[in-house]
């Protein structure tokens, strides 16, 4: 049974709880089989966000609660970063932290389209030592612990290993709820101008790859799009305004499969920075630095 230590992780005289794979795993497959029952819902309620386009419903709420209870019980002490329940104010520290995405790809959930999951990650000192996506839809679950390999329904799995840009399929990310932000009466001047800028980097972004990439696509879930470069469907994901929450889990199952996630600037990613870079080899992910663009960059 393969376990992490949090308490040797972070350098504590006593030793703590193990975490295991194995109970990720399970409580993955927990929130899942919520999912999963209430996928084909057509009374769904569905309330927005922050903008028309950013939806949650109450089985966001039920999952996370849901899994909060589960981790609270085995690991008193953890903190949480989630989607449903954080605020813009909290971020990953260096205590052992549950980083979770109850459904990622909660559009396509509300819509019956099958690219939803459960996404969670568990880090200490800010690097994600698990992580677990599960599809319960498609059956898949993806998992990795950190320097053990990624794995798809318990069978391991590697990127395409892709090199050259023109042959690669490269998924296109963006928040449709950020850009929905431009116009709104109700929004501010300043997030309005944020807004507008985000938009030119997305159309830069996607202009680059329509005319140096062989094709695009784009799913709606940001942690399966990442599992999909480690599983070698996708070459490479390239993104404007992901979460913690959607970039824990699935950043250590593409570097598990051997990928690299890097800032558009070339730098190591760090999750809060809402960018990210994966790709299959080093060389392909290099090949998009000084080419995509980002606010602030």
């Given at each position: 049974m393969s376990t992490v230590n949090p308490a040797d992780a972070v350098g504590e005289a006593k030793p703590g709880p193990e975490v295991t794979v194995e109970f990720v795993q399970a409580i993955a497959r927990e929130a899942g089989e919520i999912l999963r029952t209430s996928f084909y819902d057509r009374n769904k309620k569905v309330d927005t966000k922050d903008s028309p386009a950013d939806l949650v419903t109450e089985y966001d709420r039920a999952i996370e609660d849901h899994l909060k209870k589960r981790i609270h019980k085995a690991f008193p002490t953890h903190q949480f970063l989630c989607e449903e329940s954080s605020t813009s104010n909290d971020c990953l520290t260096d205590a052992p932290t549950w980083v979770i995405d109850p459904i990622d790809g909660t559009t396509n959930f509300v819509h019956s389209i099958p690219h939803t999951c459960v996404s969670i990650g568990f880090a200490v000192n800010k690097q994600v030592l698990i992580g677990v996506v599960y599809a319960p839809i498609l059956e898949e679950l993806f998992t990795a612990e950190k320097g053990k390999?990624?794995?798809?329904?318990?069978?391991?799995?590697?990127?395409?290993?892709?090199?050259?840009?023109?042959?690669?399929?490269?998924?296109?990310?963006?928040?449709?709820?950020?850009?929905?932000?431009?116009?709104?009466?109700?929004?501010?001047?300043?997030?309005?101008?944020?807004?507008?800028?985000?938009?030119?980097?997305?159309?830069?972004?996607?202009?680059?790859?329509?005319?140096?990439?062989?094709?695009?696509?784009?799913?709606?879930?940001?942690?399966?799009e990442l599992c999909y470069v480690a599983a070698g469907r996708l070459d490479a994901y390239q993104s404007l305004s992901p979460k913690e929450w959607d970039l824990a889990a699935g950043v250590l199952i593409v570097e598990e499969a051997g990928g690299c996630v890097i800032d558009f600037d070339g730098k190591p990613l760090e999750l809060h920075v809402r960018r990210g870079l994966a790709a299959s080899t080093e060389e392909l992910a290099r090949s998009f630095v000084g080419q995509l663009t980002a606010p602030g960059l």
């Open positions: 390999g990624a794995y798809l329904n318990g069978e391991r799995i590697h990127t395409s290993g892709r090199r050259d840009p023109s042959r690669a399929v490269v998924c296109c990310g963006f928040s449709v709820s950020s850009l929905r932000k431009i116009g709104m009466p109700d929004v501010d001047p300043v997030a309005q101008a944020a807004a507008r800028e985000i938009e030119k980097s997305v159309m830069n972004n996607v202009t680059y790859c329509v005319h140096n990439c062989r094709d695009i696509r784009h799913y709606g879930s940001t942690a399966l």
